[in-house]
């Protein structure tokens, strides 16, 4: 079976992120956090970070769920990113559009991450982006995307491998970390073994 192309906007449902027209202020004490730009590292999605905000407006239509899409709505690369696991009460910031797949359509999140990443559609997001200060994909563009949709059982091992790379770099992350905390602990152990020789 060989794949088809669908536009984006007729598999899912795409739709921009929150946003306050007196802006987001922060409330410690708030029972919603908002993930914004800033908050994304090399991992994918760090909700660790995120803001907690008491929202000025109904916040239900924002609410992300395990499975949704961010794709970046602005500056020069639009990438997309995978919620995993999403936090009780965690909406997107305007910096995003949520894209969640429609319950009729037979396709993987994971598929259309890579696919939304891959060169074809960045070149496209590219093309399509406001000549702004602050480079913008409109709704309109991003609902126009085609996607190509394989069977399941090609999105499945293309889903497979990216979540094999993703743990892999996670891992790397980790022994980075813990391989800079050692050489920190052993210099300091020189650092006091030398100090006291000299007393």
């Known amino acids: 079976m060989t794949a088809t192309e669908l536009r984006l906007e007729d598999i899912a449902n795409i739709q921009m992120g929150y946003q306050a027209r007196a802006g987001i202020a922060e409330n410690l004490d708030a029972e919603y956090s908002v993930l914004r730009a800033l908050d994304i590292d090399d991992g994918g999605l760090n909700f660790s970070g995120a803001m907690r905000f008491s929202p000025g ?3 239900a239509p924002y609410l992300i769920s395990s499975g949704d899409i961010l794709l970046v709505a602005r500056g020069q690369n639009h990438l997309a990113h995978l919620v995993q696991e999403a936090p009780a009460n965690a909406v997107a910031s305007n910096s995003f559009y949520i894209v969640r797949l429609l319950g009729n359509t037979a396709l993987l999140p994971e598929y259309l991450v890579w696919w939304l990443n891959a060169p074809e559609a960045q070149t496209y997001f590219a093309q399509q982006q ?11 563009a991003l609902g126009a995307c085609m996607v190509r949709v394989p069977p399941l059982e090609v999105q499945a091992r293309i889903g497979n491998i990216i979540n ?16 800079n905390i050692l050489i920190e602990e052993v210099c300091r152990k020189a650092a006091r073994h030398s100090s006291q020789a000299n007393a």
């Open 130 to 140: 406001g000549r702004s200060t602050i480079p913008f994909l409109s709704k309109k």
């Open 164 to 179: 094999l790379a993703r743990r892999e770099r996670a891992l790397t992350r980790q022994l980075a970390e813990k391989k």
């Open 57 to 59: 407006i109904n916040a």
